[in-house]
């Protein structure tokens, strides 16, 4: 029942290229957040784009949100060693009937930057 | 600075045991969960809970529990540890249902 999932599963790309990973949900969504997860390390919250945004920025990150296509992309500009993680997508969803949302989680895109 | 701590870290046990896994938060948020992750599954919502004396079901819930009785705590017991709930396990709190969620650095269980 998962509400999102993200493309590809794993890349590889080397330092300085940029990687984009791509997230597609099936509901109406009010918000769609993306989380890093280093090995071995719990998620860390990297960004929010609501449902009326179409971008948003934060430091090399871009996220964009096409809500007539329900997807989302994650672009991670200029990359490292240290980009070097699982990323997933994260949008609500109502396991209990209207107005209990909670997050759903794709099972993740896994970046490999190598040096 | 505020943070979510889980405890143990990695835990061993056998089939049939009780094991419950801590989860402390003083981050003051009302919305605590907790998760399980499974390679091909990413992760999966067990119980949540929105404040004191309240619990709900998630998606995988059976064979699991969860009690509030303050807000910074939020244990989760396996009643009677199966093989199959072998996972990683990540408890992770917010401010609003759909808003950020703060993650602890989860515990590795192994049921033999």
């Known amino acids: 029942s998962q509400q999102g999932e993200e493309d590809p599963q794993a890349l590889s790309i080397q330092e300085g290229e940029n990687a984009t990973m791509n997230c597609s949900y099936k509901t109406s969504i009010n918000n769609l957040q993306w989380y890093r997860q280093n090995s071995g390390r719990g998620l860390v919250h990297l960004i929010l784009i609501r449902s009326n945004e179409r971008e948003k920025h934060s430091g090399r990150l871009r996220v964009t949100l096409d809500t007539s296509k329900k997807s989302s992309s994650l672009l991670i500009t200029a990359s490292r060693a240290a980009d070097t993680a699982s990323y997933f997508c994260a949008t609500p969803y109502a396991y209990s009937g209207a107005g209990s949302y909670q997050l759903t989680f794709g099972k993740g895109t896994k970046l490999s930057v190598i040096p | 600075d505020a943070e979510i701590t889980q405890s143990p870290r990695h835990k061993i046990t056998e089939t049939g045991r009780q094991v419950t896994l801590a989860c402390h938060q003083t981050?003051?948020?009302?919305?605590m969960f907790w998760y399980r992750q499974d390679l091909g599954h990413g992760l999966r919502l067990i119980h949540y809970?929105?404040?004191?004396?309240?619990?709900n079901k998630g998606e995988v819930s059976d064979g699991y529990s969860v009690s509030r009785s303050n807000t910074e705590d939020l244990p989760l017991t396996l009643e009677s540890a199966a093989s199959s709930q072998t996972s990683v396990y990540f408890c992770?709190?917010?401010?609003?249902?759909?808003?950020?969620?703060?993650f602890g650095a989860g515990t590795r269980l192994s049921v033999l």
């Open positions: 992770a709190s917010s401010v609003s249902l759909e808003g950020i969620q703060y």
């Open positions: 809970s929105y404040g004191v004396q309240d619990t």
């Open positions: 981050w003051n948020h009302n919305n």
